[in-house]
């Protein structure tokens, strides 16, 4: 079993931090106006109300096998457990009706979170051969992640149905040039951690492996809105050359003809934001799916990088040297890029140089996951956690893919380097942005 990231973290730290992180998932439901909880925010999830449940329902299983902890609401434990991510179309279909009121979510809450709360001090011994480190980890991470979740499917919602006020706003990075290209040479990528390292990772971030990278050039930004502009002009949503046939049937079903994050009003281009729907900017990412992706880059002659050379470009360096993070080994600050929760939206492409990798390439971490063409495969000698063996093991499919870096509203630990994301192809919600590559 993995170690913790923290090794030396006192009960003290760690229970900090998973305060930390329940108030992060407490302030989204803050967000949302009570007559929105049973609503279902994009077709392919749960109604709000399971998310509600949800979070405590994962923490009381997770530590119920660690800390041998009975149950006292069986019935939540099995509905809250697990959430869904349907392929091919099948839909849930459950009404509103199925889900309980939010009053008895609420007190199942608490007593959840104060059983949780007395294994963090220590009142309730842990099984033999188990590290708390790990199990608290978890649970932290996962509040976490879905933090993130629960934000795309939030964004999504009416805005009449949120309490919240849009970001403010900033002005365009000088000297950007968008279309910049930097020259990445061979070398060596690592990806994944050994086990031996010694630090908490989830199950598809052990067993590293090194790939020797051919030389390849990496647009220097992000595509922004600007650029895939120029797709969409060019008929990019109505050439199916530009579109595998899976992806173009999608797009045919779904009626598709720009991002899902754009909407046109009076004749121009809005950016469907968190709280508002301002001007759309043009020298911000563009938040697509990864056919969508994978589209403008055969349109431009391009492709979407490997999970290898996104990480060659992002933490590699001239010397050989791999780091942490693209600036260096140095913890994520703010001034490294847009993450963990300080915004809800994009900002422009440049506006934080100091989280360039040592290529020049900006902004790998942050404002917007990356599409790789990597499908989502285990490294080698994986081994699922014994207490959430489907946390990867049911992705292995063929049928999602790989995405690197984080949002701005992934939380800053799990902005490390092994760190990985993967979501179906043809899946639009997520604060997913892309770059492209060429020989």
Not at 88 to 94: F, I, K, R, V
Not at 254 to 265: D, M, V, Y
Request: aromatic fraction near 14%; glycine fraction near 8%.
């Amino acid at each position: 079993m993995t170690q913790t990231l923290r090794s030396s973290e006192t009960p003290e730290a760690l229970a900090a931090r998973l305060a930390g992180a329940r108030a992060q998932t407490d302030q989204i439901f803050e967000v949302l106006k009570p007559e929105a909880l049973y609503e279902r925010a994009i077709p392919e999830r749960h109604r709000m109300a399971f998310y509600l449940g949800h979070l405590e329902a994962f923490d009381g299983n997770l530590l119920r096998q660690a800390y041998d902890l009975a149950s006292f609401n069986p019935v939540y434990d099995k509905l809250f457990a697990f959430g869904i991510d349907p392929v091919d179309g099948q839909l849930p279909s459950d009404g509103a009706d199925v889900w309980p009121r939010p009053e008895p979510i609420r007190a199942y809450n608490g007593r959840i979170r104060e059983a949780v709360d007395e294994c963090l001090t220590g009142k309730r011994p842990i099984g033999a051969g188990h590290d708390p480190g790990t199990i608290i980890n978890m649970a932290i991470e996962h509040r976490l992640m879905h933090a993130e979740t629960l934000a795309y499917l939030l964004h999504q919602l009416p805005i009449k149905l949120k309490k919240g006020k849009p970001d403010a706003p900033m002005t365009s990075a000088a000297g950007v040039d968008a279309a910049r290209t930097v020259r990445i040479p061979a070398g060596r990528a690592t990806l994944g951690r050994s086990r031996a390292s010694g630090v908490f990772g989830w199950d598809n971030e052990f067993g590293e492996r090194v790939v020797q990278v051919p030389e390849f050039e990496v647009d220097a930004y992000k595509v922004t809105n600007g650029r895939f502009l120029e797709f969409v002009k060019d008929g990019g949503y109505e050439d199916s050359s530009h579109w595998t046939p899976e992806n173009w049937e999608w797009r045919e079903r779904q009626k598709l003809a720009n991002p899902p994050f754009w909407t046109r009003k009076a004749g121009a281009w809005h950016y469907r934001g968190m709280f508002s729907e301002p001007l759309l900017a043009m020298d911000a990412p563009v938040y697509v799916s990864h056919a969508e992706a994978s589209a403008f880059a055969r349109w431009a002659g391009r492709a979407l990088p490997t999970e290898a050379q996104f990480h060659r470009a992002a933490y590699g360096t001239p010397s050989g040297e791999e780091r942490e993070y693209p600036w260096g080994n140095q913890p994520p600050r703010e001034e490294h890029g847009n993450f963990d929760f300080h915004r809800w939206d994009p900002t422009p492409v440049g506006s934080h140089p100091a989280g360039a990798s040592a290529f020049g390439v900006d902004e790998t971490v942050g404002n917007g996951w990356e599409w790789t063409s990597s499908l989502f495969e285990p490294f080698p000698g994986f081994e699922a956690h014994p207490f959430y063996r489907g946390y990867s093991a049911d992705f292995f499919d063929g049928k999602h893919y790989v995405m690197k870096g984080g949002s701005p509203r992934t939380a800053a630990c799990m902005l490390r380097r092994s760190f990985r994301n993967w979501f179906q192809p043809r899946y639009p919600y997520v604060y997913a942005a892309f770059r492209t590559v060429a020989g």
